[in-house]
């Protein structure tokens, strides 16, 4: 196992926790929510923001198709575009996010869940790539974000260990070494 850098951090065995703060969708669409959120992560000691790049434009075909989840026990049907549409932040915004996080000297990075979210974060010098536990097995984007050797973060949330061991793989017969799970 190798020990990976992000940032001024290293990462790996034998090294202190690497406290990610997950914005995530927790903003909920508002810039100025999101960059409090960061100025409170680094507050209270992360070394590193995260976000989730889409937009759902280049996700989401089907107006047809819906998410569920669970809050308090109840059971919440909607179609995914309004799901999306609410949490959606624009490149811009995550551009700005960046900027504070280079103020606030802290590394900042995303989960990419297309090519163009992956070139943006390049383009912007995110210090790493997350990978969606849904998208391990989505190959040619895991050979696409190799090929910018940025550091990856793989979340196995809602994955098996045979999908891990498959994106794993994946990435590193890309080339990639940089590899956190």
Same mark, same amino acid.
């Given at each position: 196992?190798?020990?990976?850098? /992000? =940032? @001024? #951090?290293?990462?790996?065995? =034998? ?27 680094? +507050?209270?000691?992360?070394?590193? *923001?995260?976000?989730?790049? #889409?937009?759902? =434009? ?8 819906? !998410?569920?989840?669970?809050? +308090?026990?109840?059971?919440?049907? +909607?179609?995914? !575009? ?9 490149? @811009? ?5 960046? +900027?504070?996080? @280079?103020?606030?000297? %802290? ?14 974060? /390049? ?23 190799? =090929? ?11 994955? %098996?260990?045979?999908? !891990?061991?498959?994106? *794993? ?13």
């Amino acid at each position: 196992m190798r020990n990976v850098r /992000v =940032g @001024d #951090f290293e990462i790996g065995q =034998g090294r202190p926790p690497f406290f990610v703060a997950e914005l995530g969708i927790c903003h909920e669409g508002s810039l100025e929510v999101a960059l409090g959120l960061t100025r409170a992560a680094v +507050k209270a000691g992360a070394h590193c *923001i995260k976000t989730e790049t #889409f937009q759902r =434009g280049n996700l989401v075909f089907d107006p047809e198709t819906t !998410i569920s989840y669970k809050i +308090k026990g109840q059971k919440i049907v +909607k179609p995914l !575009i309004e799901h999306m549409d609410r949490y959606e932040l624009s490149y @811009d915004e995550h551009h700005k996010i960046k +900027k504070l996080c @280079d103020e606030l000297q %802290v590394p900042f990075m995303s989960t990419a869940h297309d090519f163009e979210a992956v070139d943006f974060l /390049v383009e912007i010098g995110a210090a790493a790539i997350k990978i969606s536990s849904p998208d391990l097995l989505h190959f040619p984007l895991l050979r696409y974000i190799a =090929g910018k050797r940025l550091p990856v973060f793989i979340d196995t949330g809602a994955s %098996v260990q045979y999908e !891990i061991e498959l994106g *794993i793989n994946a990435l590193r017969e890309a080339g990639l070494e940089d590899i956190v799970v």
